[in-house]
């Protein structure tokens, strides 16, 4: 489940500055966030976001189950206008894909975080050969890599090196998907939304 604020998510919802969950007795405080510049998406079992004041852009992670975010988290400063954001999580890592226009120019970068809130890297996205305001919108969160559909098959994208780097192609699935895809994990592999829904199975998808 990836709800951003105003989504149809029953549990998490923003109430004015407040982040709250549905609790057995009621509404529990999450954490104080700026809501009306406040993004965010959750897994089962973590959630993450973020802020913006002016320039400053600050990140945080929560457990959807109980307890408060973290919000200790300082991302690099905006240098023009953010203009699209997304994030996808998994169990164990926050992807944040930001895209702001700078000096007619539009540049992008995904901060990668761990459970417990600390910035693995800051990369740089090179929008000139991978057009990644389309495809992380149609990725999916597995453990500690990310799964990209585009016409040559399904990508698996992992941070080496401070960069987040297409580490295999899964060839054999590019009959069933393309660009436009949009990609689910379930226990037993990945469910491709495109012409209609098709489950593919995938043993170990992150190591594989």
């Known amino acids: 489940i990836q709800a951003p604020p105003g989504g149809p998510d029953p549990q998490i919802r923003l109430s004015g500055d407040r982040l709250l969950r549905q609790g057995q007795h009621g509404p ?3 954490g104080e966030v700026l809501g009306r510049g406040c993004r965010y998406w959750r897994g089962d079992k ?3 976001g973020f802020y913006q004041a002016g320039r400053v852009l600050i990140a945080f992670v929560f457990d ?3 307890g408060r975010l973290n919000d200790d988290i300082r991302l690099p400063p905006l240098r023009g206008k953010l203009v699209a954001s997304h994030g996808l999580v998994s169990e164990e890592r926050v992807w944040l894909f930001l895209f702001e226009e700078f000096e007619g ?4 970068r995904c901060s990668i975080l761990d459970r417990s809130g600390r910035v693995l890297a800051n990369a740089q996205l090179d929008l000139e050969s991978n057009d990644w305001t389309t495809l992380a919108t149609g990725s999916c969160a597995v453990a500690s890599a990310l799964f990209v559909p585009t016409d040559a098959g399904i990508q ?3 941070l080496r090196a401070g960069c987040l780097t297409a580490t295999r192609t899964f060839a054999d699935t590019e009959p069933f998907v393309d660009a436009t895809s949009r990609l689910f994990p379930s226990d037993t592999g990945l469910y491709v939304v495109a012409t209609g829904l098709i489950h593919l199975t995938m043993k170990g998808p992150q190591h594989a």
Do not use: C, M, T, V
């Not at 120019?105 to 992008?108: Q, S, V, Y």
């Open 46 to 48: 973590l959630g993450a």
């Open 105 to 108: 120019k539009l540049r992008g």
């Open 28 to 30: 529990e405080l999450i």
């Open 156 to 158: 698996r994208y992992e």
């Open 64 to 66: 959807p189950r109980h």
